[in-house]
């Protein structure tokens, strides 16, 4: 069993930035396939993005590729979101994910989620 508990989400104008955390309880962390997904209001919810086990290996979504960063810390248990130039289209309920395997695997959909976290742009 795994527990996801993201944050850093917020309000932000147009042009800036946010980091999301997502910090991920239980064993074997190292194991596990990382992504983020988000989920506007009246929409589905689509892939951002996804790292390896590793950190070695990532996959972005076309309509955040050159903007966000994801990144993982297997000694802290804990997967970053790093979002620059964020636009108002950006806005969402980001969730943290997680698939034992490959982030291919997570894509298709993942075994554990986060209760999510907000994330508002202005324009």
């Known amino acids: 069993q795994v527990q996801l508990l993201e944050s850093g989400g917020g309000l932000v104008q147009a042009g800036g930035s946010l980091r999301l955390s997502c910090a991920a309880s239980?064993?074997?962390?190292?194991?596990?396939?990382m992504g983020w997904f988000r989920q506007a209001p009246g929409k589905e919810r689509e892939f951002v993005a996804a790292?390896?086990?590793?950190?070695?290996?990532?996959d972005y979504a076309n309509s955040v590729k050159g903007r966000f960063t994801i990144s993982r810390d297997n000694a802290k248990n804990t997967v970053y979101l790093q979002m620059n130039s964020l636009k108002p289209e950006d806005t969402a309920n980001y969730y943290c994910?997680?698939?034992?395997?490959?982030?291919?695997?997570?894509?298709?959909?993942?075994?554990?989620w986060g209760q999510g976290t907000q994330v508002t742009v202005s324009s």
């Open positions: 790292i390896n086990w590793s950190g070695g290996a990532t």
């Open positions: 239980g064993r074997s962390f190292s194991a596990y396939a």
């Open positions: 994910a997680a698939a034992l395997g490959t982030r291919y695997r997570l894509k298709n959909g993942a075994d554990y």
